[in-house]
């Protein structure tokens, strides 16, 4: 009766598309191994075969593991998105307890408590926020140095959050180092030199944008319309 019942209730899970009556199997596998090692003559096949069925829920734990990692890093990009900042917190942290030495997870991480500081209301909550997103982009860039998007987020992060212009062109710098035609960085870097007056280095990355972006593009117009700009402040100024 109790066995009918168990194999009712399987039914219905595999029906409702639950799968967790498929640790049974592990279950019972594990229960065998322990029962293979308390006794004492074991034979080479039976020691053989009851690490083969542990094997194989390893293999199967890792694969979840870095699926579910993989899973919390997209869903944490969706909650960035939606502003849903405290969720992506949350599963970030997650995949980083999953993968503590992920510099990917580390940038997820920076960017969330930024976009965190940002929308707090209490000061010291803010430069608590920022001070944890400085620290995982520090860590990011620790494990892998050439994480372009990470020198990305730092170098906003020193230019918004800590007022640091000169820490926040060397990051940028350091990213169109890696990739000449990341549009982002040039428009950073632009407004950073503008904001410092050195014009003519704004005027340099502007230019450069017009060269990379496609003709009549929204984001090659806005380049355009700053050069105009600048060219007009500085006829001004003359």
Do not use: W
Not at 86 to 102: C, D, F, M, T
Not at 116 to 127: I, K, P, T, V, W
């Amino acid at each position: 009766m109790h066995c009918k019942g168990m194999i009712l209730t399987c039914a219905v899970l595999v029906l409702a598309g639950i799968s967790g009556c498929g640790y049974l199997d592990e279950r019972r596998d594990i229960r065998r191994a322990r029962d293979v090692l308390g006794k004492e003559e074991r034979g080479v096949e039976e020691l053989a075969e009851v690490r083969g069925r542990l094997k194989r829920i390893i293999d199967l734990k890792v694969a979840a593991v870095n699926q579910l990692e993989d899973i919390d890093r997209a869903l944490g990009r969706q909650y960035l998105i939606a502003g849903s900042y405290n969720l992506a917190r949350e599963v970030l942290e997650e995949a980083e307890y999953l993968k503590p030495y992920s510099a990917f997870i580390k940038k997820d991480l920076g960017e969330c408590y930024y976009f965190l500081g940002a929308s707090a209301l209490n000061r010291e909550e803010r430069d608590r926020y920022f001070e944890r997103s400085q620290a995982y982009y520090i860590h990011a860039l620790e494990i892998r140095p050439d994480l372009t998007e990470a020198h990305y987020g730092l170098g906003l992060l020193l230019y918004f959050a800590f007022n640091d212009v000169e820490g926040a062109i060397e990051e940028m710098k350091l990213v169109l180092e890696q990739d000449a035609r990341h549009v982002d960085a040039h428009f950073a870097l632009a407004r950073f030199y503008y904001e410092t007056g050195a014009y003519s280095k704004a005027l340099g990355e502007y230019l450069e944008l017009t060269r990379i972006l496609p003709k009549n593009s929204p984001r090659r117009i806005k380049a355009e319309e700053n050069i105009m700009r600048i060219n007009r402040e500085l006829e001004n100024s003359g």
